[in-house]
C-alpha cells in the first residue's frame, strides 16, 4: 500500500474552510479551570505533562456521577491531583515509587468513589510505565523539573535536536513521529500562557480518532484503495493507520492555510464535532446531538443544534457511503 491510497481533496478543504470563518470558539474555553488555575508554574507543568502523557484511548473512561468522560474526566482528575498537592505530580517519586503503588493511586484518582477496584482507567500498566519514563527522563536529563525543559527548548519546536518536539520524542510517551500527544501537549502550554512558539511553521496538527473520522467524513481526505476503505467502513483492526494521518494532517494544514486561523486551533473544532455530533450518532440525520452536553456546542459559539454546522459542505451528509466512514482500527498509545 502506498501514500496515493489516501488524498486530500484541496477542493473540498477549501469549501470546508469557508465555514471554519463563519465560528467563533467561545472565549471561556480556553479559561477554563485546567488552563488557568492560580496554582505554581511547576505544578501546572507537571499536571500538564503527566495528563497528556496518559491521554490515549479513553473511550471506556467515564465518571457517571459527574457526567464526564475521556479527556474531560482527566482533566478534572489532573487538577484536583494538583490542588490537592498529590504526590501523583512529583516527579521524583514517580521515577522511584513501585509501579503497584502507582497504578493504585491512579486507579482510585479515576474511580467514582475513589475505590480502586471501580476504576474504568485502563491499560494501568502502560499508563504507569510512561509515566515512570517520562519522569526518569526530566529528573535525570532536566533538572527535574518541565520548566528546564521549556526553558532548554526556548520556544522552539525544531532546533538542532533541542526544540521541544525533539526534546520529547526521548521519552516512550511522546515518540510519535506524527507528533499527536506532542502537539496536544504544546496547545495546551499555549492556551495557557506557559509557551509562545517561535517557528509555528513546524507545527504539526493533532491528529486523533476523533480528527480522522471527521476528515473522512467532510470528504477534506479520500480513500482511493478498496480493500483500506472497506476495513475502515466495517471498523476491522489494521496494522497501522500512517497513510490515513498523513493526509489528515496536510488536510488540517490545508484548512488552516485557506481560513487563516492558527493551526493548533483546528483540533478545538474537528475534535468536538467528532467526539459529539460526528459518532456513533450523527446531527446530520437525528437533527439532534446525543452527547449531553455536546462538546462541540461547548467549545463553538452556535445558535442551535439541530443541524451541524458543516452539513452544507460536507460530502458524508449526503452520501451514505462517506458517512459510515470511521476512524481506522489500531492499536497504539499514540492517541
Known amino acids: 500500500m502506498t501514500e496515493s491510497c489516501v488524498t486530500v481533496n484541496s477542493t473540498q478543504c477549501l469549501a470546508v474552510s469557508k465555514t471554519l470563518l463563519e465560528l467563533e470558539i467561545r472565549p471561556g474555553f480556553t479559561r477554563r479551570p485546567f488552563l488557568s488555575h492560580p496554582l505554581k508554574q511547576e505544578t501546572r507543568l507537571n499536571m500538564l505533562f503527566f495528563a497528556v502523557a496518559i491521554c490515549h484511548q479513553t473511550r471506556d473512561l467515564k465518571n457517571e456521577k ?28 514517580i521515577d522511584q515509587a513501585d509501579d503497584e503503588s502507582i497504578a493504585f493511586g491512579l486507579e482510585a484518582a479515576f474511580s467514582d468513589d475513589g475505590e480502586a477496584i471501580k476504576t474504568s482507567l485502563d491499560r494501568i500498566g502502560e499508563r504507569v510505565r510512561l509515566l515512570k519514563d517520562l519522569s526518569h527522563y526530566i529528573y535525570f536529563e532536566s533538572d527535574g523539573s518541565f520548566s528546564s525543559l521549556l526553558e532548554k527548548a526556548n520556544g522552539f519546536l525544531i532546533n538542532k535536536g533541542q526544540g521541544l518536539y525533539e526534546l520529547l520524542e526521548k521519552t516512550e510517551a511522546f515518540a510519535d513521529q506524527m507528533r499527536k500527544k506532542s502537539s496536544f501537549l504544546i496547545k495546551l502550554l499555549i492556551d495557557s500562557g506557559l509557551f509562545t512558539i517561535k517557528d509555528p511553521e513546524n507545527y504539526i496538527p493533532i491528529m486523533d480518532y476523533h480528527m480522522q473520522r471527521v476528515l473522512l467524513r467532510l470528504g477534506c481526505v479520500e ?95 449526503g452520501k451514505e457511503e462517506t458517512r459510515l466512514l470511521w476512524e481506522p482500527i489500531v492499536e497504539t498509545h499514540y492517541y
Open 66 to 93: 459527574r457526567n464526564l468522560f475521556g479527556w474531560d474526566y482527566i482533566e478534572r482528575v489532573f487538577l484536583d491531583l494538583a490542588v490537592n498537592k498529590s504526590k501523583l505530580l512529583d516527579i521524583q517519586m
Open 223 to 317: 480513500i482511493q484503495d478498496d480493500d483500506l476503505r472497506n476495513a475502515i467502513t466495517h471498523r476491522q483492526p489494521l496494522a497501522t493507520d500512517q497513510h490515513v494521518r498523513k493526509a489528515c494532517i496536510e488536510a488540517v494544514k490545508e484548512l488552516a492555510k485557506y481560513s487563516g486561523i492558527d493551526i493548533w486551533k483546528m483540533n478545538d473544532i474537528f475534535w468536538s464535532l467528532g467526539r459529539s455530533c460526528c459518532n456513533e450518532s450523527m446531527l446530520c440525520l437525528e437533527g439532534y446531538c446525543i452527547k449531553k452536553p455536546c462538546t462541540f456546542q461547548m467549545i463553538v459559539l452556535t445558535p442551535d443544534h439541530e443541524k451541524c454546522s458543516f452539513e452544507p459542505v460536507c460530502n458524508g451528509a
